[in-house]
């Protein structure tokens, strides 16, 4: 189809805190320097640049895009802000790959950032207006409301338990406390989840990602290019992503459908056929611990209703056949909604180069996939990864 | 370059009311006066009217020949107009709910105050997995399941408006 081969060949991030004194700028801005300092490029060496950035409503900030221009490196530069809610995150570094892959520039700087701390007194009331304004708002509906019901709906389906789920944060929680940009590290067990503060049943406090305030950034490069800036590309050799409608209540909420049809289109661009033997290590999107489970098999990395199972037998332990969240995840990382996504896509990125430090999963991975979900329980966005 | 704590030296900064209260942290606040006039659509438009006189409408498509609800003007399937208006009942199965201790804006909801207990209900007269949001009450939380006939709570006729809350909740009932 005349597309080029495209690389990530840097990675950048700020740590994920509760409340950062910066500004959304100085954020995006310290990620992207890192970003470029990791490949010891500059920004004269950058042809365009993508960012990434959920509601306005959060800084309370109309273009917010075009406010962060100047810290994403973006000064009078071909620049493109993209947003699908939580799906932002993958979605921004895709857009960078149509950039380069489509031969129009050979670097992309890609920039996820938010902040949802100034957002008061709680950013959860930005989301009332993505609701439907007609029958749905003026029943005062609240993001977990509907992911309670998610949840509710994937265990009466498979028959699980919240003990079955809760695994998903205890492992989580563990595998940030070796990642130096986490905000909720900890040791936590299956009973403290069990015993924390019920926010919306089936959902308990620590069966969900904080609010966060961060920045990710990544370097891609046309084939020719990265191959002179580092000797450990790693290929983005699949891509894929779809939404589902905002009807939302006439789906069954038990399978994620738009993100299986992502993840083929992702699957078939990479070659890959069976990508539960194909696919070493995974990053699917943890906002809330079922959502991990839930992902696994949209992801096809296992059948329908399986991923407790797989969780239960440590496969998806950092040391296990399939590590997945090897990061720690929203869950124990932090969930700065757009920079969450690409957190994954720089944690694929570090493990496949071997640079992932204490958090290095065994046996040289070679093919990894990052997965971002988000708006009405819609949006599925994929990349999949090798070196 | 690996990513270590030493590159990453922010650490956390608490924010609570308290610092917003005693100007501790910049804040601005207004109170613009944005009062939106959203037009309801042909679908939703009649639904709404509908719903004033005390019924539920739902629009069939007659190519996948689902009965859908809410009621669209067109079938995002199968991309074309849908046809006619079909009568269904003010009943319905819980597909799924939540007991939920927050509101919209992640408030806790202050002691003896009934928890909110929103479901996806599927409307009897609907295609299958159709279903709306909507509220549950006259039955204590603990005792909703999935699968649990509902009806709905109309409001006086005099009180309906033509809105979704023209059903104040809908109840178990058998």
Same mark, same amino acid.
């Given at each position: 189809?005349?597309?080029?081969?495209?690389?990530?060949?840097?990675?950048?991030?700020?740590?994920?805190?509760?409340?950062?004194?910066?500004?959304?700028?100085?954020?995006?801005?310290?990620?992207?320097?890192?970003?470029?300092?990791?490949?010891?490029?500059?920004? #004269?060496?950058?042809?365009?640049?993508?960012?990434?950035?959920?509601?306005?409503?959060?800084?309370?900030?109309?273009?917010?895009?075009?406010?962060?221009?100047?810290?994403?490196?973006?000064?009078?530069?071909?620049?493109?802000?993209?947003?699908?809610?939580?799906?932002? !995150?993958?979605?921004?570094?895709?857009? !960078?790959?149509?950039?380069?892959?489509?031969?129009?520039?050979?670097?992309?700087?890609?920039?996820?950032?938010?902040?949802?701390? $100034?957002?008061?007194?709680?950013?959860?009331?930005?989301?009332?207006?993505?609701?439907?304004?007609?029958?749905?708002?003026?029943?005062?509906?609240?993001?977990?409301?509907?992911?309670?019901?998610?949840?509710?709906?994937?265990?009466?389906?498979?028959?699980?338990?919240?003990?079955?789920?809760?695994?998903? #944060?205890?492992?989580?929680?563990?595998?940030?406390?070796?990642?130096?940009?986490?905000?909720?590290?900890?040791?936590?067990?299956?009973?403290?989840?069990?015993?924390?503060?019920?926010?919306?049943?089936?959902?308990?406090?620590?069966?969900?990602?904080?609010?966060?305030?961060? @920045?990710?950034?990544?370097?891609?490069?046309?084939?020719?290019?990265?191959?002179?800036?580092?000797?450990?590309?790693?290929?983005?050799?699949?891509?894929?992503?779809?939404?589902?409608?905002?009807?939302?209540?006439?789906?069954?909420?038990?399978?994620?459908?738009?993100?299986?049809?992502?993840?083929?289109?992702?699957?078939?661009?990479?070659?890959?056929?069976?990508?539960?033997?194909?696919?070493?290590? #995974?990053?699917?999107?943890?906002?809330?611990?079922?959502?991990?489970?839930?992902?696994?098999?949209?992801?096809?990395?296992?059948?329908?209703?399986? @991923?407790?199972?797989?969780?239960?037998?440590?496969?998806?332990?950092?040391?296990?056949?399939?590590?997945?969240?090897? $990061?720690?995840?929203?869950?124990?990382?932090?969930?700065?909604?757009?920079?969450?996504?690409?957190?994954?896509? @720089?944690?694929?990125?570090?493990?496949?180069?071997?640079?992932?430090?204490?958090?290095?999963?065994?046996?040289?991975?070679?093919?990894?996939?990052?997965?971002?979900?988000?708006?009405?329980?819609?949006?599925?966005?994929?990349?999949?990864?090798?070196? | 370059?690996?990513?270590?704590?030493?590159?990453?030296?922010?650490?956390?900064?608490?924010?609570?009311?308290?610092?917003?209260?005693?100007?501790?942290?910049?804040?601005?606040?207004?109170?613009?006066?944005?009062?939106?006039?959203?037009?309801?659509?042909?679908?939703?438009?009649?639904?709404?009217?509908?719903?004033?006189?005390?019924?539920?409408?739902?629009?069939?498509?007659?190519?996948?020949?689902?009965?859908?609800?809410?009621?669209?003007?067109?079938?995002?399937?199968?991309?074309?107009?849908?046809?006619?208006?079909?009568?269904?009942?003010?009943?319905?199965?819980?597909?799924?709910?939540?007991?939920?201790?927050?509101?919209?804006? @992640?408030?806790?909801?202050?002691? !003896?105050?009934?928890?909110?207990?929103?479901?996806?209900?599927?409307?009897?007269?609907?295609?299958?997995?159709?279903?709306?949001?909507?509220?549950?009450?006259?039955?204590?939380?603990?005792?909703?399941?999935?699968?649990?006939?509902?009806?709905?709570?109309?409001?006086?006729?005099?009180?309906?408006?033509?809105?979704?809350?023209?059903?104040?909740?809908?109840?178990?009932?058998?």
């Amino acid at each position: 189809m005349g597309r080029r081969r495209v690389a990530i060949v840097g990675a950048g991030m700020t740590k994920f805190v509760r409340r950062a004194l910066e500004t959304p700028k100085e954020l995006a801005y310290e990620a992207s320097k890192m970003a470029l300092d990791s490949c010891e490029l500059s920004l #004269a060496d950058i042809d365009c640049v993508t960012i990434g950035t959920a509601p306005d409503a959060f800084d309370g900030v109309h273009m917010n895009g075009e406010f962060l221009i100047d810290g994403s490196g973006a000064y009078r530069k071909p620049v493109m802000r993209n947003y699908v809610g939580g799906g932002t !995150g993958v979605y921004a570094p895709i857009h !960078g790959w149509f950039h380069v892959a489509s031969g129009m520039f050979d670097t992309c700087l890609v920039v996820a950032e938010e902040k949802m701390s $100034s957002c008061q007194p709680h950013p959860a009331g930005a989301f009332l207006t993505i609701f439907d304004h007609t029958t749905e708002q003026p029943l005062y509906p609240t993001l977990i409301w509907i992911f309670a019901m998610e949840m509710h709906r994937y265990m009466h389906t498979y028959g699980l338990t919240k003990k079955d789920i809760a695994p998903v #944060a205890v492992k989580n929680k563990k595998n940030a406390l070796d990642h130096p940009a986490a905000q909720i590290a900890e040791e936590i067990t299956v009973e403290d989840v069990l015993n924390s503060e019920v926010l919306a049943h089936p959902v308990h406090r620590l069966d969900i990602s904080p609010t966060s305030d961060g @920045a990710v950034a990544v370097v891609l490069a046309a084939e020719h290019v990265a191959r002179r800036i580092t000797d450990k590309p790693v290929w983005i050799d699949g891509v894929g992503y779809a939404l589902d409608t905002a009807y939302w209540c006439t789906r069954d909420l038990c399978y994620p459908e738009y993100l299986e049809v992502a993840a083929r289109q992702a699957y078939e661009m990479a070659g890959i056929r069976e990508p539960h033997k194909e696919i070493h290590i #995974a990053e699917p999107y943890d906002p809330f611990t079922y959502k991990e489970l839930h992902h696994m098999e949209g992801l096809m990395l296992c059948g329908k209703g399986e @991923a407790p199972r797989l969780l239960a037998d440590g496969v998806t332990q950092r040391d296990g056949n399939l590590p997945v969240c090897p $990061s720690g995840g929203l869950l124990g990382v932090g969930n700065p909604i757009a920079a969450a996504g690409l957190m994954k896509v @720089a944690e694929i990125f570090l493990q496949l180069r071997g640079e992932a430090g204490k958090r290095q999963v065994p046996g040289r991975p070679t093919t990894g996939v990052a997965q971002a979900w988000g708006d009405l329980m819609q949006v599925g966005t994929v990349m999949v990864m090798r070196r | 370059m690996e990513i270590t704590t030493d590159v990453l030296k922010k650490t956390a900064t608490p924010l609570s009311s308290k610092h917003l209260s005693q100007g501790k942290v910049f804040t601005a606040s207004c109170k613009p006066n944005l009062v939106y006039a959203w037009d309801d659509g042909v679908a939703i438009g009649r639904y709404l009217k509908e719903l004033k006189r005390g019924r539920i409408m739902a629009k069939r498509c007659r190519q996948c020949n689902r009965i859908m609800l809410p009621p669209r003007m067109f079938c995002e399937r199968c991309w074309r107009i849908t046809d006619e208006w079909v009568p269904v009942k003010d009943t319905g199965k819980v597909n799924t709910f939540a007991i939920s201790h927050v509101d919209w804006a @992640a408030g806790r909801i202050p002691k !003896g105050q009934r928890y909110f207990t929103p479901a996806v209900i599927e409307i009897d007269g609907a295609s299958k997995g159709m279903g709306i949001l909507h509220l549950i009450d006259e039955v204590k939380p603990e005792k909703i399941f999935i699968g649990m006939p509902v009806k709905a709570v109309w409001r006086p006729e005099a009180e309906r408006v033509g809105a979704i809350t023209d059903i104040k909740y809908f109840r178990p009932i058998g």
